[in-house]
């Protein structure tokens, strides 16, 4: 996925902008990337963040990009920020999404055969720099960013730094959230609210799907007015999003709690504790525990202080050997118990069924699992926050060939609580698991828990809705 912030002060913003932009780095997997507009013009540092913090990698870079105007990036695919010089000026910009059709845009600004894109990675175009391109086709920022946000397929969030300030445009169906942050002297712009607080700023404005913004130190000037139809990712609540963090005025450790309580009205257990899986989980298991009136521990705990979260390494044999290392079971909460684990959600399964398995081993007589959103029946296609290769690879796919052969086609029944497709699936998957009992939320629950009307978020993953 990623995550961006950006500054525009009237001292020195560098700091900020570095510790903002650390404050993603639950969001990226590949690249951390700084811009800094200084005396002597654009300073740009680019680190790769695969093996190590990007606090670590970025702080000995800090006395060489004072500033007053910067952005920083955390990536899962390519090197950001870009820097840009064109007859709009120089810049560097920063994106967050998919550019699906990253290659046909590419083609057919080659077929002008008056540019040529730089920035290989990924074994392919850069496609923040192919956003760039299509910005640098028109005769000022506002329009470029117009004619990007209208041709890009997928998802595509953006900042631009110029000499004079930040251009900021969220994805023109508001899939991912941008944040104004105001204090004396500076105005920030960020993807997660979790950054501000500690850095003294206090949100602002929350920009509508497809608004533009210009901001300076002294504020946030608008200049395209948002979009009628929001649909954020609803991921953002369960899984991807900072517990700290709010979108659309929701925080998400709140909702989380409250997809915790809906599961514990609605799928109760007899049981001797609650748990969560480390770290995701916590939110949605507390919420079961309070609602169910039953004790919340924890029957193994993750070993922080080196091992990364599971999702950071890019080869899978990695991801499932930090997901077993980083956590540690103890045996005397275990053996010989009966317990429920929340999970923010279940994509292959592979790593849940060896932690399972693990948990077994050290004893324990039952475990039921509660996973906080429904079945994952479709891969993401605007924000690829699955780490599988292919849609097959997902548990429910997985399930379903396992049920109907290999070429099943129409899932629709599968995406339905309650149909004897869905109960089947469901049913399948807790055998493959060894779990005692398995019962996913219900759609409807997962959307009563963030607050918002279903048009106005995004359910394609689990019901194809587009």
């Known amino acids: 996925m990623g995550g961006f912030f950006g500054v525009a002060s009237k001292s020195n913003c560098a700091d900020d902008v570095f510790y903002g932009t650390d404050y993603h780095s639950h969001l990226g997997t590949k690249r951390g990337g700084m811009a800094i507009v200084g005396a002597k013009g654009f300073v740009r540092v680019i680190h790769n963040i695969e093996s190590s913090q990007f606090r670590s990698k970025f702080d000995p870079d800090l006395e060489r990009m004072g500033g007053r105007i910067g952005i920083g ?3 899962d695919t390519d090197d950001q920020p870009v820097l840009i010089r064109s007859h709009l000026g120089d810049y560097a910009i920063a994106t967050v999404g998919v550019v699906q059709n990253a290659e046909a845009l590419a083609g057919e600004a080659f077929r002008s055969r008056r540019i040529h894109l730089t920035e ?17 086709r028109e005769d000022s920022f506002e329009a470029g960013i117009r004619r990007a946000l209208a041709e ?13 300030g930040i251009y900021a445009a969220r994805d023109r169906r508001g899939r991912t959230p941008i944040i104004i942050g105001k204090k004396e002297g500076s105005t920030a712009v960020t993807l997660e609210t979790c950054a501000f607080p500690n850095l003294d700023y206090q949100t602002e404005k929350i920009l509508g799907p497809g608004e533009i913004v210009f ?18 990712c609803s991921f953002l609540w369960v899984y991807y999003g900072y517990p700290a963090s709010s979108y659309e005025g929701i925080n998400v450790e709140a909702v989380r709690n409250r997809c915790g309580a809906a599961l ?9 504790f609650v748990a969560g899986i480390p770290d995701s989980g916590i939110g949605h298991g507390l919420g079961y525990a309070n609602e169910a009136r039953i004790p919340f521990k924890r029957p193994f705990v993750k070993y922080s202080p080196t091992w990364a979260r599971s999702f950071m390494p890019q080869k899978q044999d990695v991801r499932d050997l930090v997901a077993r290392m980083k956590l540690i079971p103890i045996r005397e909460l275990i053996d010989g118990k009966r317990f429920l684990f929340c999970e923010d959600s279940i994509v292959r399964g592979t790593q849940l069924k060896d932690t399972i398995q693990r948990l077994y081993d050290a004893g324990a007589g039952e475990i039921h699992m509660r996973p906080a959103c429904p079945p994952l029946v479709h891969g993401c296609k605007f924000l690829n926050f699955s780490r599988s290769r292919s849609e097959m690879d997902l548990a429910s796919r997985q399930a379903v060939r396992a049920l109907e052969g290999p070429n099943a086609r129409d899932y629709a029944e599968y995406t339905r609580a309650g149909t004897v497709a869905y109960d089947r699936m469901e049913e399948s998957i807790r055998k493959r698991l060894n779990l005692t009992t398995l019962k996913y939320q219900v759609l409807d629950d997962l959307i009563a828990a963030i607050g918002l009307p279903k048009e106005k978020l995004c359910t394609y993953c689990w019901d194809g809705a587009e």
Request: glycine share 12%; aromatic share 2%.
């Open 152 to 164: 890009i397929e997928g998802s595509c969030s953006l900042l631009i730094l110029t000499k004079d």
């Open 215 to 232: 901001l300076t130190a002294d504020g946030c000037g608008g200049i395209k007015e948002p979009e009628k139809q929001l649909q954020i």
């Open 120 to 136: 290989m990675g990924s074994g392919g175009i850069n496609p923040t720099e192919v956003v760039a391109s299509l910005i640098n």
């Open 264 to 272: 514990a009205r609605r799928f109760p257990a007899v049981i001797d």
């Open 73 to 75: 990036v955390i990536s």
